[in-house]
């Protein structure tokens, strides 16, 4: 991999992981379309966990009030006691289902990463789950009006975004919607839900990351890869909050549609 090909993934990985247009859809199909080869797994681990550095970064103060709340909760045997620590377990129980259907199925949605018409079909369910957010929610509730039914329901959404084309923030906006939360409750919480699933995925793939055995070989092209990720997903959350304040999701749903009909088309094409 060029170093240019690392900046440009980076880049990919960071502004899609959090814009609800799918980034594992963008990491198959963007080399796909221009003819390189699939990134390493290596690089894969490597620009999530930059993606990762961009979400903890943005909310570092909401994070640790989450995390203080959650232990002092515990500790005084008051574990719901204040909106910080509801919220710690409500992002604990958001991330059951993930745990429990990866774990179940992991093989099977793996699978689809190798399978680019299919990703690219997939693009129309994330489409259509973001009008359908913005058909059915009645955006009535904020966060702090958070229930353990509302977190669970969410997070079953999440599974769905296991898939490549199924966007992870779009489908747990979408869930947020349609339990009736506000689109900037709807997308703080998705980017919160995302920490624990971002370690997850990175602590699962140690092992294989370190059996590969060409980190080294491949340092420079991951640093690249790994920074860009984290300063393109930092900035993607800041302007995406902002523009939830004031827009609808319909721009992202019409985008997903079109980058997948574009992609099937091209391979109808090239036969």
């Given at each position: 991999?060029?170093?240019?090909?690392?900046?440009?993934?980076?880049?990919?990985?960071?502004?899609?992981?959090?814009?609800?247009?799918?980034?594992?859809?963008?990491?198959?199909?963007?080399?796909?379309?221009?003819?390189?080869?699939?990134?390493?797994?290596?690089f894969?681990?490597?620009?999530?966990?930059?993606t990762?550095?961009?979400?903890?970064?943005?909310?570092g103060?909401?994070?640790?009030?989450?995390l203080?709340?959650s232990?002092v909760?515990?500790?005084?045997?008051?574990?719901?006691?204040?909106?910080?620590?509801?919220?710690?377990?409500?992002?604990?129980?958001?991330?059951i289902?993930?745990?429990?259907f990866?774990?179940?199925?992991?093989?099977?949605?793996?699978?689809?990463?190798?399978?680019?018409?299919?990703?690219?079909?997939?693009?129309?369910?994330?489409?259509?789950?973001?009008?359908?957010?913005?058909?059915?929610?009645?955006?009535?509730?904020?966060?702090?009006?958070?229930?353990?039914?509302?977190?669970?329901?969410?997070?079953?959404?999440?599974?769905?975004?296991?898939?490549?084309g199924?966007?992870?923030?779009?489908?747990?906006?979408?869930?947020?919607?349609?339990?009736?939360?506000?689109?900037?409750?709807?997308?703080r919480f998705?980017?919160?839900?995302?920490?624990?699933?971002?370690?997850?995925?990175?602590?699962?793939?140690?092992?294989?990351?370190?059996e590969?055995?060409?980190?080294?070989?491949?340092l420079?092209?991951?640093?690249?890869?790994?920074?860009?990720?984290?300063?393109?997903?930092?900035l993607?959350?800041?302007?995406?909050?902002?523009?939830?304040?004031?827009?609808?999701?319909?721009?992202?749903?019409?985008?997903?549609?079109?980058?997948?009909?574009?992609?099937?088309?091209?391979?109808?094409?090239?036969?």
């Amino acid at each position: 991999m060029s170093l240019l090909q690392a900046l440009i993934l980076g880049i990919v990985q960071g502004v899609t992981e959090y814009i609800p247009v799918s980034s594992s859809a963008h990491l198959v199909l963007v080399p796909w379309l221009v003819g390189w080869p699939l990134p390493p797994f290596t690089f894969d681990v490597l620009v999530q966990w930059g993606t990762l550095v961009g979400v903890v970064v943005y909310f570092g103060r909401d994070l640790w009030s989450v995390l203080r709340g959650s232990v002092v909760g515990v500790v005084n045997r008051q574990p719901l006691a204040t909106p910080e620590a509801r919220l710690g377990w409500y992002i604990v129980v958001g991330t059951i289902p993930a745990v429990v259907f990866g774990f179940l199925f992991k093989s099977t949605f793996e699978a689809v990463f190798q399978q680019p018409l299919y990703v690219a079909g997939l693009l129309f369910g994330t489409a259509l789950m973001l009008v359908l957010a913005e058909l059915r929610g009645r955006q009535t509730l904020q966060l702090k009006q958070m229930r353990l039914w509302d977190a669970l329901d969410i997070g079953l959404w999440q599974v769905a975004a296991m898939l490549p084309g199924i966007s992870r923030s779009g489908a747990t906006i979408t869930g947020a919607m349609l339990r009736d939360f506000d689109r900037p409750s709807a997308a703080r919480f998705s980017f919160l839900l995302s920490v624990p699933a971002l370690v997850g995925a990175g602590v699962l793939a140690i092992k294989d990351l370190l059996e590969a055995g060409v980190i080294l070989d491949d340092l420079p092209a991951l640093l690249i890869g790994f920074v860009a990720a984290a300063v393109s997903g930092y900035l993607s959350i800041r302007w995406l909050l902002g523009y939830l304040q004031r827009n609808r999701l319909t721009a992202f749903a019409g985008y997903c549609a079109l980058f997948g009909a574009a992609c099937l088309a091209l391979a109808l094409v090239r036969g």
